[in-house]
């Protein structure tokens, strides 16, 4: 592997080991101290939940609680010398069956992706990808519904934004790029959608595990570096998600781990992983990735060869995917817009035009207030202290060099967004190159002196301590908000009303990814309109249930795989 593995030793100016763990100790503490006062006093009065934006209340209300969790399981932590002891003896054990340990985190994972997780695609940055995944698994470019019924399955806030749609022919497709969904199709076509994500989780693990272990040569620092992902609810809250960024950090990390190897023939597959990393859900988080380590190679002539190798790969997935779907959805036309977005119709170039115009601004006081409560979640969901790893001052080798200016990239970047992340578990616009920081803290203590050692042991003990309260802080959240959607019987054919106008972001619960599922969700336009609808579309449906979230039907046997089996067919012709 093409890197310079650092030497551990500091120059004569340096702060003294000692010194170092002593800031750590007294900063972490501080800052945990700190965290649960911010996430509480920065709400607004007596406000309830619901008043709040989602990033918002996640901030106040969810992060609080993590805060506090991590603060609480570090003074445990820290007064327990014997479970520091006992992380020690893991981290070597750990260093010494890597493979024992991720098939373990994966398990784990797509354990609690299923029942913590509830396989629910919570935002529609996770519905959309998930409809279009059941799209290709049934074989279609495109999810096809009833014309007459597109208004209401798939609402109109979301059309041309998050999906695109034609009116004449019922289509609607994703507006992000295809890759994660492409990947997604085989496990949702099995059934098996939740167990993806886990999957990439465990990818990522190994290259953390590979990157920290051969930047030192010591086995022991790839089983600090993975003990130190395995406690942050950063990676692990995110990896039994259904958002696309557990699988860019996977494939970023698996971009990098190729392109530091001294061949031609590895920088290819490595272009070839960073062109799907492209086209996963959009092509900005890898770009930010790759921008420093192409630059890197860029800067020795003897290097060019590698480079050149790494462009090339690029090329095959991104002409079939990136300008492929951009084609593809050109001829869907897009009904109706949302203001601002691109409508399906548009090219490649007006797609760059409304990124650059209407995505990346000059920072305002918004901004920058969401970007501070989305530093404060980089530090409460990584283990205590892990974010001070990235200051500690030591020389680096060229792949944790190259992390840490992909994270630093990242963050930078993103303070020229104007989104606030909205849903999210953590700071996840920054979770792509997120893995700078454990792969940071193994190479770090792989070398570290005992004080040092006992201190990265408490912060993995602290952060898995912590876990279990973000993972149930994780599933109230999501079953709180399948509580605002009735729910049929298992057996059954139903059509669901979801009302609008009873609390924020009750548009994510109209989803209707798969056919298999016996139910077909509809926004809600009143009690009038929806029996009148009904009336229409569905003659001999029973209504059971009305109350303020919407209403439940039961319909007659068969009559929805009829309607849907009539519609894939009348779609079909219409192509």
Excluded at 157 to 171: A, K, L, M, R, W
Excluded at 271 to 288: E, F, R
Excluded at 316 to 335: D, K, N, Q, R
Excluded at 535 to 548: H, I, N, S, Y
């Amino acid at each position: 592997m093409l890197v310079a593995r650092p030497t551990g030793r500091l120059s004569a100016a340096s702060p003294k080991p000692e010194t170092i763990t002593q800031v750590l100790v007294a900063g972490t503490v501080a800052l945990c101290c700190v965290a649960p006062l911010l996430t509480s006093l920065s709400r607004s009065g007596q406000a309830p939940r619901e008043a709040y934006l989602i990033f918002e209340r996640l901030f106040f209300f969810n992060d609080y609680a993590g805060s506090l969790a991590m603060l609480v399981a570090l003074v445990v932590a820290l007064a327990l010398p014997k479970v520091q002891q006992a992380v020690i003896g893991l981290a070597t054990w750990v260093g010494e069956h890597p493979g024992a340990t991720i098939a373990a985190a994966f398990v784990t994972l797509a354990a609690c992706s299923r029942f913590v997780y509830m396989a629910h695609p919570l935002s529609m940055d996770e519905y959309a990808p998930w409809m279009q995944a059941h799209a290709f698994a049934q074989g279609h470019l495109a999810a096809h519904y009833p014309p007459q019924l597109l208004d209401a399955i798939v609402p109109k806030e979301f059309q041309g934004y998050f999906i695109g749609v034609n009116h004449s022919t019922g289509e609607a497709a994703s507006k992000y790029w295809p890759g994660l969904a492409l990947m997604l199709a085989p496990f949702v076509w099995l059934d098996l959608g939740w167990c993806l994500n886990p999957a990439f989780g465990a990818l990522a693990l190994a290259m953390i595990y590979k990157l920290a272990s051969e930047a030192t040569g010591q086995r022991v620092a790839g089983g600090w570096a993975m003990l130190a992902a395995l406690a942050s609810p950063q990676f692990t809250v995110n990896a039994i998600s259904l958002y696309a960024m557990p699988g860019e950090l996977a494939l970023n990390l698996l971009f990098l781990w190729l392109l530091l190897r001294p061949s031609a023939k590895s920088a290819f597959a490595a272009g070839l992983v960073g062109g799907l990393a492209l086209a996963m859900h959009n092509p900005v988080p890898h770009a930010l990735m790759a921008a420093p380590a192409l630059v890197w190679l860029a800067w020795d002539r003897q290097r060019w060869p590698w480079l050149a190798a790494a462009l090339a790969g690029y090329v095959p997935p991104a002409a079939i995917l990136l300008l492929g779907w951009v084609s593809y959805l050109s001829g869907v036309e897009a009904a109706v817009a949302r203001t601002g977005a691109p409508a399906a119709h548009h090219g490649l170039l007006d797609v760059v035009s409304y990124f650059f115009g209407s995505v990346l601004m000059v920072p305002t006081d918004d901004m920058v207030l969401a970007r501070w409560y989305a530093t404060w979640k980089v530090w409460i969901w990584g283990c205590p202290g892990l974010l001070f790893v990235l200051f500690i001052p030591r020389s680096k080798g060229i792949a944790e060099r190259l992390l840490l200016a992909a994270f630093a990239t990242t963050f930078l970047f993103f303070l020229f967004v104007r989104f606030d992340q909205g849903h999210g578990w953590g700071y996840r616009y920054i979770h792509t190159a997120w893995a700078a920081l454990p792969v940071a803290a193994g190479i770090w203590l792989a070398t570290a002196r005992d004080a040092s050692r006992k201190w990265g042991a408490t912060m993995i003990a602290a952060g898995l301590l912590a876990t279990p309260v973000f993972m149930w802080q994780t599933h109230q959240t999501i079953a709180e908000t399948l509580s605002w959607r009735l729910s049929p019987p298992a057996t059954g054919e139903w059509v669901v009303f979801v009302a609008e106008d009873t609390g924020r972001y009750r548009g994510d619960l109209v989803q209707n990814a798969s056919d298999r599922t016996g139910r077909l969700h509809l926004v809600s336009r009143g009690e009038a309109e929806d029996n009148a609808l009904m009336a229409r579309q569905f003659p001999g449906a029973v209504r059971l249930e009305r109350d303020r979230r919407g209403s439940l039907w039961r319909l007659p046997e068969g009559m929805l795989a009829e309607k849907l089996r009539a519609m894939s067919v009348r779609a079909a012709g219409a192509r």
